[in-house]
């Protein structure tokens, strides 16, 4: 190679990296800024996260929590969503779902120790629920349910989904 006839060629890769680098970034986005800590009270809106769609988790349990998460956040989209049929098996329209459960000024869940059985081809979840709203409480029960590994099965089928209740909000 002839003195000085790599210089073109690496300032052509440093621009040509420049350039790819530049270009990956373009659809990323940023992460939300962390609040950061101070002496005083900010009056800053604080901003609560969403919960999640429906969890395909295959522990009852934890789809429990998520939507509990969802009430608790008022997230009431979210929280319509465990119901079967995305929904529609409440009864209700997500309009309707909003109206009733909506009334909440700031609940809290009390979740009770659930016992899992199983029967012809579904498994089913029962656990005693009491919403926390202030000094009102609203006691009941939750029954969850999930199709078993059965053939033909549908994702709705096989996720755990409110099948049916007793809290009345």
Same mark, same amino acid.
């Given at each position: ?21 530049? +270009?990956?970034?373009c ?36 789809? +429990?929590?998520?939507?509990a ?11 319509y ?12 329209? +997500? ?10 000024g ?5 979740i ?8 012809a081809?579904?498994?089913f979840y029962t656990?005693?629920v ?40």
């Open positions: 190679m002839r003195p000085g006839s790599m210089l073109p060629r690496t300032i052509a890769i440093a621009a040509l990296s420049a350039a790819a680098f530049t +270009l990956a970034g659809n990323r986005t940023e992460a939300p800024a962390q609040p950061q800590a101070s002496a005083a009270p900010s009056p800053a809106i604080v901003v609560l996260p969403r919960a999640v769609p429906p969890s395909t988790s295959r522990d009852p349990q934890e789809v +429990l929590l998520s939507w998460k969802a009430v608790s956040l008022k997230d009431w989209p979210s929280a969503g465990y119901w079967g049929d995305h929904g529609a098996a409440s009864g209700m329209t +997500l309009d309707q779902f909003t109206a009733s459960w909506g009334k909440l700031q609940p809290d869940l009390e009770g120790k659930g016992v899992q059985e199983g029967a081809g579904s498994s656990v005693k009491t919403i926390v709203d202030g000094a009102r409480r609203i006691p009941g029960e939750m029954v969850w349910r999930r199709v078993n590994d059965v053939d033909g099965a549908t994702a709705e089928q096989l996720r755990w989904h409110i099948e049916s209740t007793t809290l009345r909000p």
